[in-house]
């Protein structure tokens, strides 16, 4: 059908004006969020609440929002990219249309606990310490004492934050209802263009199709665990994990791989990894991009202005953690990089989260792979001693885990809002014996250990993409390989073909698609589990 040339330019000047209208104010928005998460001072947090409700109300314009839904229902709009532009617009602006005096309690509310959250240090030995630190002792320590106050001090600053979040929740949840949502979940999941129903199917079929399994390797680890620390495994609690989250593979198949990165520069290989696959890295690596921290056990990426202003947070550790984030991070920064820019500035982003941190975590995936770490580093007898059987083995326990790590927290806060008065703490423990199989420690009812993960305040409704982001990398990994016909074990380096593939199926799209329909044009796929369970479930 051809649209109404009259009726689409009239669309197209609204459009025009309102992206010269909100750029400004994006980018001062991401420029103060940038500043207060390197140093969340109270004149950083004051900047970063200021540009926030700056950002809010310019885009709560309810009759700005009224009238590009009317001219975008007008049959006479058939352009794609015009259509695609005004629903971006609307979704972004949606969750704003309340009252100015809402904004202001939201995001003050908001502020105060991020800079909480973002100012913590817990103390190990009555020392201020980071949350590095505890990961590290977790990860390295065998007095279980040690591991233990590790473990509690990661979570000290809970309770005292349980009010501030249940009343942001209700607040939250007032706002989303006050605009035709039924809670603040519900609003994002649907701004998001996701089906919830069909994304909890999907993630029922995940849990079913690794519950066995699960099962299997938690009995095996906990025999492995059990002989390491000499205690029964029945007596077996959370600290004896490598993590605060048991999100990673505890250290029991003595893989080592962290001495395969030790002396090596991560900036270097990490480089030369990028421009082997024909993903250069000069347009994200400048001196100004990166700013260096020790406080972060994970590393951040942000394109301030959508135009090459690229920021990078990085604590690139020699180590396996180390460059599992470094190949993430720069993965993430080559996507946005190769967004066209002549995209109107509402469509220059990723075409979702999920792809995103699908992208991120195809390229993160080669840091713990046998054969990729024998070819880059032309590793050579006793550096590969057995691991040929140790690592396949470790990948596929710690991508089962994690999964099922993020299956408790995308039902948690799911039910967070359904419910903000719940007995939270239970809740959790429940969740976490139900897909993690760990006892709830005693002593811990009037403790917080849901607020441990600042994922669930800081950046609401996102915990799905993680794990959407995994299948989505298996579902890139299974498309490469029949269209490029690779052979078995696939390398993933030295080939030009696979920057080439993202480039052109993925990353030069931006927002132009509909997030599915661009993964199912590139992968013949939709969003599915199916290529990551055959992937990392089928030796089980």
Known sequence: MTGNPEVESALRDILESTEKRFTPIRVNRATANWQAMQ????????????????????????????????????????????????????????????????????????????????????????????????????????????????????????????????????????????????????????????????????????????????????????????????????????????????????GVFETNVDSLYAEKDPFEWATKYYNGVGLPTERILKDETITQTSVHPKMEFIDLDRSGGFRMLLSPAPNKDGAEEILRVFGKASYVARIDKHLPHTLRKPAHPSLLEGVGRFFARRATDFEWLLNMFALRGSQIRGLDKKMPTELRYQQIIEGRWRMVLIHFERGLYRDPDQNQQNRWWDLVERFQLLRRPAGREDMADWVMHPTLLLDPVQSHNHILGEWHASQFASAMIKQFNFEDPVLWMDDAHIGEWFKEHIFKHGALWEYNELLLNATGQASRPNEFVEQYLREF
């Not at 629903?87 to 809402?102: D, F, G, H, K, S």
């Not at 909480?116 to 009555?126: M, T, Y």
């Not at 310490?129 to 990661?154: C, F, L, N, P, Y």
């Not at 501030?164 to 006050?178: D, G, H, P, W």
């Open 39 to 250: 140093s969340p001072d109270d004149e950083t947090m004051a900047r970063s609440q200021e540009a926030e409700l700056a950002y809010r109300k310019e885009l709560g314009d309810r009759q700005l929002f009224d009238e590009i839904g009317e001219r975008l229902s007008d049959p006479g709009v058939q352009d794609v990219l015009l259509r695609r532009w005004a629903t971006l617009m609307r979704y972004e602006m949606a969750p704003n249309m309340y009252p100015e005096e809402v904004h202001d309690s939201i995001v003050s509310k908001e502020k105060a606990l991020e800079a909480k959250i973002r100012n913590f240090r817990p103390e190990l030995d009555g020392q201020r310490s980071t949350m590095a630190e505890v990961q590290r002792m977790m990860s390295k320590s065998d007095d279980i004492e040690a591991r233990k106050q590790a473990w509690e001090a990661g979570k000290t600053y809970g309770p005292d934050l349980v009010p501030s979040i249940v009343e942001l929740a209700k607040a939250r949840n007032v706002a989303a209802r006050s605009i035709g949502f039924p809670d603040f979940y519900r609003m994002n999941m649907e701004l998001q263009e996701i089906n919830e129903t069909r994304m909890f199917s999907a993630l029922s079929s995940f849990a079913a199709a690794t519950e066995e399994p699960y099962r299997r390797m938690k009995a095996q680890l906990d025999r492995l665990l059990s002989d390491k620390f000499q205690v029964d495994a029945i007596n077996l609690e959370p600290w004896y994990c490598s993590d605060p989250y048991f999100a990673k593979v505890p």
